[in-house]
């Protein structure tokens, strides 16, 4: 009898403890607003409660953002929540979801979970959801479990600012994504096919460790965007975006490479391709050949000395071609022809000295040719020839004078910049004149 009682009394204080350590709201305040109401928030501070449910009322669409500290997502705790469209948890000091807390939540489109101190997702934490947007940046995120998103649906999946160094494979079983994003993360390695499985579009890897693009790694066959800036990728071999069919835009800004040879890019469907900030000095004749839907190439700040008159071989039409602030010295003949036609040819802050007197032959129009702050002391009458030019940037060079009619030799340029040249006094006066009847600076 006694201890029959005795294990009733414990039976009762368990279930109050277990009960009581299930309450995943403890002293928060709720707040929230229906759809149809944006501009009446209501705010309710409750003690004690299990399921989000049981605070807000369930007649309409409702958006909901909780307030105080949440340290364990308890099982259940956002259970069968009909009308949940939006759930902000941002910065509740959230260490643990238990797999099995959000459940039945037909309508929500958005969770936020950024802000937190959780550090691995489990298995089977994001089951069932059909979302528009998870955000769960900026939390201490070293662990992905196998299967830690299943049956699962989001435009966006939000991973930044975190602190995982890879990315096992199974993390996501039967999953579509729109945009995958682990920017600021401490990724050396992504297990291979770890990421196949998803059919995403957009995948945003800057500010990790990666050092290659492994093609059994980037095995994508939906993807568009790739942005790899802020890595540690040294080089790029021919074949490493054999499995990227659908790959447009590729950035790389701010890695390591120093090379590009031939074969990389061929017959990819790249539009928009971003090499800024590398330590390129050499770049084989053929790279950019075949590149048929390449419409922006971007080379800015790196260690080109030259110019080769071979690179984009293959079809081209408006392109926009910067290759700013790199070491090229010469413009050497036929510099253009493989770009007859292009909207932007930016050369600023190069060492250019010499251009070649047919460097422009084949050049037919150009909206904007920069070449500020080279070291161009010799601009030669027929340089140009009959390409056209709406803008010509020749400010920062080392003209003194330029021989013959300024009306002829700039002829078909539309705006000339001509500031900051050492120009003699004769020229001055000169260009002064020009000035007069032409839509150019001085300064
Ligand atoms: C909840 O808040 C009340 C009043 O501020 C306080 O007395 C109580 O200790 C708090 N409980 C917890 C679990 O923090
Ligand atoms: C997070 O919440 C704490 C209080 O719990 C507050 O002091 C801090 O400013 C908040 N941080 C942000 C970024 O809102
Ligand atoms: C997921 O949501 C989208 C948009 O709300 C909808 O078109 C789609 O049918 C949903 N899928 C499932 C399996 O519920
Ligand atoms: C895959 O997930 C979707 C929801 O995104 C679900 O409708 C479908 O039944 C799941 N398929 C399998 C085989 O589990
Ligand atoms: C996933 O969501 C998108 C957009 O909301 C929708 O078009 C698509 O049908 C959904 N896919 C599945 C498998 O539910
Ligand atoms: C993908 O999401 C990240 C993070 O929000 C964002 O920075 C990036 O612009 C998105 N990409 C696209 C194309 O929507
Ligand atoms: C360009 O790509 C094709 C495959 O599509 C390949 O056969 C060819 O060798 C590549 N060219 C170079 C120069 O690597
Ligand atoms: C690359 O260019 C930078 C900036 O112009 C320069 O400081 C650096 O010495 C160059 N490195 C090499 C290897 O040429
Ligand atoms: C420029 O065009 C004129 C008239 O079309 C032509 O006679 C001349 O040869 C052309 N000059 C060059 C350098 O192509």
Redesign the pocket.
Known sequence: MRSLLLNLLVCIFRFKVSHSEKNTFVNVTVQWYFYHELETIEQETVASFDNVKKIIPDEEPVSVTIHGSIPILYEKSIFEVPNLVSLDLFNVSLEEIKPGAFENLPLLEKLILSGNKLTEIKTDTFVDLNVTYIDLSSNSIILLQPRAFKNFNAS?L?L?NNKLTEFPSGVFDNVTLG?L?LTNNRLHTIAPKALSTVRFR?L?LPGNKLEEINPEVFDLQDLT?LNLDSNSVKLLRPGDLRNLPELDELSLVENQLKEIPEGVFNNTKLNDLNLDANKIAKIASGAFDDMKDLVSLRIDFNNLTQWDNNWLGGESRDRFISIHFNQITEIPDDAFKNIPSAFAIHLQGNKIRKISPKAFHQLEDVIDFDLANNEIDRWDLDFLGNTSLDILNLRGNKLECVEGDLQTVFRNVGIIKLMDNPWNEECTKKIEEFLENKNAFLG
Do not use: E, H
């Open positions: 966006y939000l930044d945009n994003s957009i945003n965007t």
